[in-house]
């Protein structure tokens, strides 16, 4: 594919310089991995990026940090969503460096990627700015913040898949083992078992997940206030949606909207 061998070849050609990527081509390109770590910002909507064992959903105001070769997928269907690729040379990462993770954008580093906005292209050692970039990123690992911990596990497990996508638009009902079991033709132990040995996760869990998930979507592309988000995933108590959303995303539905 062109635009993915340009894409490679861009960020890699040049293996001791710091690129800055501001445009939005990502999300067409197949699987595909860089010699280089990559810091990937999100600003204005939910971006979703795909790797072979998981699904992660990355919000506005929050960063991916990607280690060197290894294969992901950006994805997103919002007109507005704003995205900032920054990838750096990296000869040995250990520690934060080495682990794929999602975390919120600091005032600290929102300061820092404002005075650079402008910023695209390489930029070689001995360069101030190349010197900034290294200290932006040396920042990420000093700021202790907790990781984003929405991620989606995936299977190539065909029934499994169609168990899932059967009942993906239909969160708003009462969803329970029993009755997904009972609908699938299966029993409440086997379809346990499926979840966990295929996805390594309760259906309990990954239901939870998924309704947060599309209440993020409906708290970003809707007007309905938060009731209403809570009702149309399934939840009739407003105080278990919201708590549910602050263990799974470090923050209040109010919190996410107001960002």
């Known amino acids: 594919m062109k635009i993915l061998s340009e894409l490679i070849r861009m960020v890699d ?19 595909h991995q860089h010699h280089k770590t990559q810091l990937l910002l999100v600003y204005g909507g939910i971006a979703y ?4 064992e ?28 704003y995205i900032v690729n920054i990838y750096f040379p990296e000869k040995k990462a250990v520690g934060f460096y080495d682990e794929l993770g999602i975390y919120p954008v600091s005032k600290l580093l929102a300061e820092m990627l404002s005075f650079s906005e402008r910023w695209q292209g390489d930029y070689f050692k001995g360069s101030w700015e190349f010197e900034f970039l290294i200290t932006l990123k040396g920042v990420l690992s000093k700021e202790n ?3 984003f911990s929405i991620q989606l596990p995936t299977t190539d497990d065909k029934r499994l898949n169609a168990i899932i996508e059967s009942f993906r638009n239909r969160l708003n009902e009462n969803l329970s083992l029993a009755i997904i079991a009972r609908q699938s033709g299966m029993s409440v132990r086997s379809l346990t078992r499926l979840f966990q040995t295929k996805l390594h996760i309760t259906f309990v869990q ?27 995933i399934g939840y009739s108590n407003i105080a278990a949606f919201s708590n549910n959303f602050q263990q799974l995303t470090n923050m209040r539905p109010t919190e996410f909207k107001a960002k």
């Not at 990026?49 to 072979?52: M, P, S, V, W």
Request: charged fraction near 25%; hydrophobic fraction near 40%.
């Open 13 to 31: 050609q040049n293996p001791d310089s710091i690129v800055v990527m501001r445009q939005q081509t990502e999300q067409r390109l197949p699987a």
């Open 49 to 52: 990026l795909q790797t072979a």
């Open 54 to 81: 998981k699904d992660f959903y990355i919000p506005s105001n929050h960063y991916i940090w990607i280690p060197k070769n290894y294969p992901h997928n950006l994805m997103f269907n919002t007109q507005d969503l």
């Open 145 to 147: 913040l907790k990781k």
């Open 206 to 232: 990954y239901l939870k997940m998924l309704r947060i998930i599309r209440a993020m979507e409906l708290i970003k592309d809707t007007d309905l206030n938060m009731t209403e988000i809570a009702y149309e």
